[in-house]
């Protein structure tokens, strides 16, 4: 057999990196950064735990590149997303219902968003690390999508920024609401048909509450 190539060697390691930051997320998401271990997460990656110390050095340094990646990926979306044609609010529309699907669809992904802002102290100093910085960069393209809407009349007259804010902040509110209100469900047994009925009614609630901000009168 062949030796690999260093392109093969290349690939092999972004695959598992990507393994190892994928069984981190559902780790993470039930138990916290603190309690989180090494030793789960390369189970949960189907990996020697010694493995996951030839990608990472510690714990704090995958979570701290766990916390880039889903950054990075989140910042490139709403730019992908916001840079579409078409009318601003229905790209609004569109975003809001997506990322609060993922609520329902992806609840580990989701709970690592509303989670990791209370563990960002424990993962970078905090002379090194803005997270205002992050915030400011990933508003922008709401607040460009915004300013067009205002031009072409589909969003209401305002400040760009504060009404990027605000509906960023409906979301992410009604996020959590969805998140704990689906946990209460299952707690009480509910039927999966109710369950289903009843979230999909709150996410409608949801995402009109978001659009309220930027809504034209």
Known sequence: MSPRTKEQNEEIRKQ??????????????????????????????GLARGLVYHYFKNKQALFQQLYTYMMDRTE????????????????????????CKQVLEE??????Y?????????????????????????????????????SEQTIRPGNASLMAMQFWGAVSQGMNYLEKR????????????????????????VIESALAVIKPS
Do not use: C, T
């Open 76 to 99: 490139q979306f709403a730019k992908s997303h916001f840079g579409q044609a078409g009318s601003a609010f229905d790209l609004f529309n569109g975003y809001a219902r997506m990322v």
């Open 16 to 45: 598992r990196s990507q393994e190892i930051l994928q069984a981190a997320i559902v780790v993470y998401a039930e138990k916290g950064y603190a309690a989180s271990e090494i030793g789960e997460i390369a189970e949960r990656a």
């Open 182 to 205: 689906q946990q209460e469900l299952v707690a009480q047994e509910a039927l999966e048909s109710e369950v289903l009925e009843q979230l999909e009614m709150i996410l409608e609630q």
């Open 114 to 150: 509303m989670r990791i802002s209370m563990d960002v102290p424990y993962l970078f100093p905090a002379e090194s690390f803005s997270p205002f910085e992050w915030v400011k960069s990933f508003m922008q393209p709401m607040e460009l999508a915004i300013v067009r809407g205002i």
């Open 107 to 112: 609840p580990a992904v989701s709970h690592f």
